[in-house]
């Protein structure tokens, strides 16, 4: 386990391998974790780094800002603690969503860019996500601990019996979700989710002029699979990869072809 301290505080991250730099960024509720896998596979020809976000996994919560425009500068102040020029981001979902919002910010760190399942406009969330969004929550729950305890033991077991619904190794899903969930509090769930609920990169990303894949799963319940679109309508020369088979998790229903997709784009586009 690593950690560096930034402006905001502590960020955990794992690497492994050697040769060109790849950040993998996770999605809400998520942790360098979902990972695992994906360090082995492009860890044998890359030096890959899963950095928690600030309030996730086992980065610290010290008050910091939750949003997805913070986040962005987490990726920034990260690539500058480590001495990375510039490097692909890799991003699952609202990771996703954070590397083309720090490849429009940064443009001359990002040299490609990869979302998985992200939302490229925030209604294209699952209705329950854009309710949980709704910063009238954070209030509530900030005034009553309590009650957001009780509400998270009930996610927590809800996840990992939807788990089996969300991605074809079902208990390797529900096992993460109650380990992650378990660390996080209030201000990570509400905010980050609530600013994500309010994204719309349409206006934005036709400046990208860098290498663009999108991965989205055709069984995606989490965000509309159809988040391809925008992205291909509003960034023209990114690439499409449809996972028929998977859902909001790619990188664990298909594992080998994600993978081979993944390598083949950063050493070919």
Known sequence: MATLVTEQGIVHYETYGRGRPVLLLHGWLGSWMLWRR?????????RTYALDFWGFGESGDQGADFSVNNFVTLVNQFMDRLGIVKAPLVGHSMGGTVSLTAAVRYPEKVVKVIVIGS???????NPLLRLAGHRSWMGLAETAPFLFDMFMGGLRASLRVAAYGLAKDGQALGQMFNSDLSKLTVGPFFESIGTLRETDLRPRIGELKMPI??????????????QWEPLKQHAPH????????????????EYTRFHETVRHFLNNS
Request: without cysteine; hydrophobic residues 35%.
């Open 38 to 46: 994906t360090i082995e596979e492009l860890g044998k020809e890359f």
């Open 119 to 125: 939302p490229i406009v925030g209604t294209s969330l």
């Open 213 to 226: 894949l999108g991965i989205y799963g055709k069984k995606d319940r989490i965000v509309s699979p159809r």
């Open 238 to 253: 990114s690439q499409i990869a449809i996972f028929e088979e998977s859902g909001h998790f790619p990188m664990l229903d």
